[in-house]
């Protein structure tokens, strides 16, 4: 069982919200820091947000007023709330983790697990 999986992506119009889901598999729960990627074609993978299982959060400053990041402990699942998405957020959009708490910050090179993404097209 793969130790990540996103859901949700799809094609959204310009000015839309979408919200994208990425499940941990049960023998995941060692997780203490996840967070959410994205990866545009041709750009390289950048981070948007991070959660620790308490609820910390960190999240990008040019990303904090359009995405928020949350979770479902209980469910072993976090969720990216996106607004007022625009052509330039199509991207896949990936879930991230690892198993330190800290620090949980969204970038990339400290999180060893990842899932298979999910795409997200913005059309204008």
């Known amino acids: 069982q793969e130790p990540l999986t996103e859901s949700g992506g799809g094609t959204v119009k310009a000015g839309d919200s979408l919200r994208i889901s990425c499940a941990a598999s049960?023998?995941?729960?060692?997780?203490?820091?996840m967070g959410w990627f994205r990866q545009a074609p041709g750009k390289e993978r950048e981070g948007i947000a991070a959660?620790?299982?308490?609820?910390?959060?960190a999240t990008a400053d040019s990303l904090k007023d359009q995405f928020t990041i949350s979770q479902d402990r209980a469910r072993d699942e976090i969720y990216l709330q996106m607004h007022s998405l625009k052509p330039e957020d199509t991207a896949i959009y990936y879930c991230?983790?690892?198993?330190?708490?800290?620090?949980?910050?969204?970038?990339?090179?400290?999180?060893?697990?990842w899932g298979q993404g999910t795409q997200v097209t913005v059309s204008s």
């Open positions: 049960p023998s995941a729960n060692r997780f203490k820091c």
């Open positions: 991230a983790a690892r198993t330190e708490t800290w620090p949980c910050t969204p970038d990339p090179v400290r999180f060893p697990y």
């Open positions: 959660i620790t299982a308490g609820g910390n959060v």
